[in-house]
């Protein structure tokens, strides 16, 4: 559960500003995983969604994708595609984030500036970053 504030606001007569009386939260349902494919195939993504209905969210490491492909799922998803592999019909590396259709929160990717990381951020603040870690250390 990730808590939300709620600051009711109340206003200071002729000053004219408003500020937080108290403080109260509420709680959105908001379940994450990861999972590291070490090589994406359809059936193994169709796999994946089954087992994890009661996600909001899906990172997937080392997918191997390149661009334009993309997942087949009805599931929102956004892409950092690999680096393409000489002799070969894929990529290595690459990272996707699959967004369930009843993810509770609007989803949206921000700019990360390296090109090893997929930056989103969900509803208004929580912002999460799923790092390729090959080329970090």
């Not at 504030?5 to 200071?12: A, K, M, T």
């Not at 169709?46 to 990172?59: M, P």
């Not at 990272?95 to 700019?111: E, G, K, N, T, W």
């Not at 390296?114 to 929580?126: C, F, M, P, Q």
Request: glycine share 6%.
């Amino acid at each position: 559960m990730v808590p939300v504030p709620s600051f009711p606001l109340v206003s200071h007569g002729s000053h004219g500003s408003s500020a937080p009386s108290s403080s109260s939260t509420s709680s959105i349902p908001l379940t994450i995983g990861l999972w590291n494919a070490n090589g994406l195939q359809e059936s193994t993504a169709e796999d994946l969604l089954r087992h994890c209905q009661s996600f909001s969210l899906v990172f997937i490491t080392e997918t191997w994708l390149l661009p334009p492909h993309r997942i087949r799922t009805s599931w929102t998803q956004f892409n950092l595609y690999g680096s393409p592999v000489i002799n070969s019909y894929r990529g290595s590396q690459g990272v996707s984030a699959l967004v369930s259709p009843r993810c509770p929160m609007a989803v949206v990717q921000f700019p990360v500036h390296t090109k090893y990381a997929l930056g989103l951020r969900l509803g208004r603040s929580l912002r999460l970053i799923c790092l390729r870690h090959d080329h970090l250390w």
